[in-house]
Structures are given as structure tokens and as C-alpha cells.
Nanobody, 122 residues
């Protein structure tokens, strides 16, 4: 069983930066990928970014390309989401998720974290 623990959310102003962290514990296989999703008030859940542990391959949603960057630290079993140039539309609950790469980027995760709130004031 895989467990995901997120941290790093908070209240920031437009233009600020924030970094989210997700620690993975438990057994994973070579296809395992960690990603981030978000759900804004009144909207559907949205894929944000993902990174495959085996080779570091990444994918970012068009809405965050150039502003958000996903990375991993194998030694710490941690995935980061660096978020720059935040705006009010980025306000959402951000969820760490895990599963096979193709499933994850298609929006289907095997494991979910508890979520962390990110609020951007304009």
C-alpha cells in the first residue's frame, strides 16, 4: 500500500511563489508516477503535473506550463511542485496522487493524498 503525505499549501498574494511537497511511503514499481491534481471551487478536478520516478519524465498541464515545475528527490522519496507567478485562478485544493504513468496523466490515480489548500489573493 502506498501512502502520500502533502505539505506546503497556504495563502499567498498574486505573483508570489509556493512549493508543495509530497512524501511517498510504501512499495512502488518501476512504472510508478507521482502527480498533482487540483480542484477549484465549483470546478472539476484538473490534472496539473506528473513525474515518473524511474526516469524523471515529466508532464505539465498547458494551464501551468512555464509557471509550475514538478521535480523529485529520490533520496527523500519526495516530489515537489514549485509554483511561480501564482494568480487567483490557481486557488484550489491540491492533491498528490500516485499510479502508473499513462493512467495518471489521463486523470486516473491509484492513490491519493489528503489535499492541501492553496489560496491566491488578487
Amino acid at each position: 500500500q502506498v501512502q502520500l503525505t502533502e505539505s506546503g499549501g497556504g495563502l499567498v498574494q498574486a505573483g508570489d511563489s509556493l512549493r508543495l511537497s509530497c512524501v511517498t511511503s510504501g512499495r512502488t514499481d518501476r512504472t510508478y508516477t507521482t502527480g498533482w491534481f487540483r480542484r477549484a471551487p465549483g470546478k472539476d478536478r484538473e490534472f496539473v503535473a506528473a513525474i515518473r520516478w524511474s526516469d524523471g519524465n515529466t508532464r505539465h498541464a498547458d494551464s501551468v506550463k512555464g509557471r509550475f515545475t514538478i521535480s523529485r528527490d529520490k533520496g527523500q522519496n519526495t516530489v515537489y511542485l514549485q509554483m511561480n507567478s501564482l494568480n487567483a485562478e490557481d486557488t484550489a485544493v491540491y492533491y498528490c496522487a500516485g499510479g502508473p504513468y499513462l493512467s495518471l496523466v489521463a486523470g486516473r490515480a491509484s492513490y491519493w493524498g489528503q489535499g492541501t489548500q492553496v489560496t491566491v489573493s488578487s
